[in-house]
């Protein structure tokens, strides 16, 4: 059965830092691309960070370049999104979700998709 966990979230300071992990099962890590997507209350979801078969990643929006890292190891079958210097405005539910054969993501053109982890950013 295909999984896609997601953990690591939580309440955090503005400024502060959370690493997200997506714990994969089910199927082979190394065959897909992952990414990582938001959903802010009230917003449409958007793409934060994809990262390709061969390692390569991607960080979607300016707002996030430099302040998030994507990551994967695929003998631990994870996915992980560090997250610094964040703000009140990376306050949402994060995804992640795996496409098969591929090498980047699409908001809408993902396999599988995980539940999903609350990050709150507030003092």
């Known amino acids: 059965q295909v999984q896609l966990v997601e953990s690591g979230g939580g309440l955090v300071q503005p400024g502060g830092s959370l690493r997200l992990s997506c714990a994969a099962s089910?199927?082979?890590?190394?065959?897909?691309?992952i990414g990582w997507f938001r959903q802010a209350p009230g917003k449409e979801r958007e793409g934060v960070s994809c990262?390709?078969?061969?390692?390569?990643?991607?960080i979607n929006a300016d707002s996030m370049k430099g302040r998030f890292t994507i990551s994967r190891d695929n003998a631990k079958k994870t996915v992980y999104l560090q997250m610094n210097s964040l703000k009140p405005e990376d306050t949402a539910v994060y995804y992640c979700?795996?496409?098969?054969?591929?090498?980047?993501?699409?908001?809408?053109?993902?396999?599988?998709w995980g539940k999903g982890t609350l990050v709150t950013v507030s003092s």
């Open positions: 089910g199927f082979i890590l190394n065959n897909f691309a």
């Open positions: 990262i390709s078969r061969s390692n390569s990643s991607t």
């Open positions: 979700a795996a496409k098969r054969r591929s090498d980047v993501c699409y908001n809408y053109g993902m396999d599988y």
